[in-house]
């Protein structure tokens, strides 16, 4: 199939033309009709299945069908809200508007915190049809009374299960109780617990479903692969990886911010151009990194989860867990980096005995067993027990030598506290 074959209007495929696309992605095909008819959505896709598109692509078209009366240069109302959860992903999301919409009469917005809010104001007060929002500095705009919803046609809600994991229920709630009763919703969610499938079911009526990528599972061209070893080595592995494999545009993955911030000192420190992104960062600091990182003059971009939501690098190859994540909804988001829109990735992580059971919780999500390597030099311990790294307080005994490290053994300092698993999200 070719976007041609779509119906959308000509201004529009133009713009799809020059980013180079010509066929319409799985979602992208079952989406857009679905959209242009005014029908409410339901779609299970990850990011990198092009979904972005697959709503952008026929919100334009819808708008720009309208009479320019209705534009928001003229009645000064946003009538298109994404609602979405970072800053990240808000601009990422405005782009494409603009990129698909650049030959268009449409103007467009992101809205989010952490950056001064009167440049929004000023904006929002000259008319902008699609506000690509973060909930927190929308809802600051909707007391100000700087935004004003009544005219809004079609509502968005992307990534509706990180939004709910980072305590945005209410907020969410709040916007849509403002939002005109006659409007046109349209979901987007990579996983489905039961509380998305709540939220939707109050959203949407009618809705078209598409599930592209099976739930759960991880792209198909991403190589999933874990090399076994021991925590204290692991920085030391990390740089042996960089040295002898030639990456580069490598991803990595921590838990912590403070983590995230020793690993990139420590890749620094070995010549590896890298920086830390998280949400100490200012917004500056975070986009320049980013920027930095797309262009190549960084080779690793260390990251924590929810810094690299909505992430969106075209031709990522390697995403690095450094540490797994304990929620193992998670490590799918973070792989989700990486092959992309049918390129090849490679995801690896770095897997030392206390995350086994994250390990196991993943595969058992995924469904599918991830295939171990041990890397010469670097072995577990099953054959080398690590040295406490931390002596611990008070009278213990010694752990007699080669015995696997007790999960309740003491732990580095930023390394994974064991006794916080699960306590994150749920
Ligand atoms: P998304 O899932 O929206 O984050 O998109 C993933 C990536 O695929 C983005 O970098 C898009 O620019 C790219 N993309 C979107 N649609 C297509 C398409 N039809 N053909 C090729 N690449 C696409």
């Given at each position: 199939m070719q976007f041609t074959e779509l119906g959308l209007q000509a201004d529009i495929l133009r713009a799809v033309s020059e980013q180079g696309y010509t066929t319409p992605t799985p979602i992208q095909q079952k989406a857009i009709p679905a959209v242009m008819t005014g029908r409410d959505l339901m779609a299970s896709a990850q990011t990198g299945t092009g979904k972005t598109a697959g709503f952008t692509l026929p919100i334009l078209h819808r708008l720009a069908s309208g009479s320019h009366s209705h534009l928001a240069r003229v009645t000064k109302k946003p009538r298109v809200l994404v609602l979405v959860p970072t800053r990240e992903l808000a601009i990422q999301v405005e782009e494409s508007v603009r990129t698909y919409g650049k030959h268009l009469p449409i103007a467009s917005l992101a809205v989010f915190g952490g950056v001064g809010i009167n440049p929004q104001i000023a904006n929002l007060r000259r008319g902008v049809d699609i506000v690509v929002a973060t909930p927190g500095r929308l809802l600051d705009h909707i007391q100000q009374r700087?935004?004003?919803?009544?005219?809004?046609e079609i509502f968005v809600l992307d990534e509706a299960d990180r939004m709910l994991d980072m305590g945005f229920i209410r907020d969410i709630r709040k916007v849509i109780a403002l939002l005109p009763k006659q409007r046109q919703n349209l979901m987007f969610s990579a996983t489905f617990s039961p509380d998305i499938r709540e939220l939707a079911s109050g959203l949407l009526h009618n809705p078209v479903s598409v599930d592209v990528a099976a739930r759960n599972t991880a792209a198909e061209t991403v190589t999933q692969r874990v090399i076994e070893t021991n925590r204290e080595q692991k920085k030391d592995l990390l740089c042996h990886l960089f040295a002898t494999r030639g990456w580069h545009q490598v991803l990595v993955f921590a838990r912590t911010k403070h983590g995230a911030d020793a690993l990139s000192k420590t890749l620094e420190k070995s010549g590896i151009k890298s920086a830390a992104i998280h949400g100490n960062k200012s917004q500056g600091a975070r986009t320049r990194a980013l920027t930095d990182f797309k262009e190549g003059k960084l080779v690793a971009l260390v990251a924590t989860d929810i810094a690299a939501r909505?992430?969106?690098?075209?031709?990522?190859p390697y995403v690095i867990n450094y540490e797994l994540p304990n929620v193992p909804e998670d490590y799918v988001h973070r792989i989700?980096?990486?092959?992309?829109?049918g390129m090849e990735g490679e995801a690896i992580s770095l897997v030392s005995h206390d995350e086994r059971p994250f390990l196991k919780d993943i595969e058992k999500l995924i469904k599918r067993t991830l295939e171990r390597e041990v890397i010469e030099g670097f072995e577990p311990s099953a054959t080398a027990a690590p040295r406490p790294v931390q002596p611990p307080r008070g009278p213990r005994k010694p752990q007699p030598q080669g015995k696997a490290p007790n999960r309740n053994s003491p732990q580095k300092p930023g390394g994974p506290q064991q006794h916080r698993s699960g306590q994150r999200h749920r």
């Open positions: 700087t935004v004003d919803l009544s005219a809004i909505g992430i969106d690098i075209d031709s990522l989700g980096r990486t092959g992309r829109a």
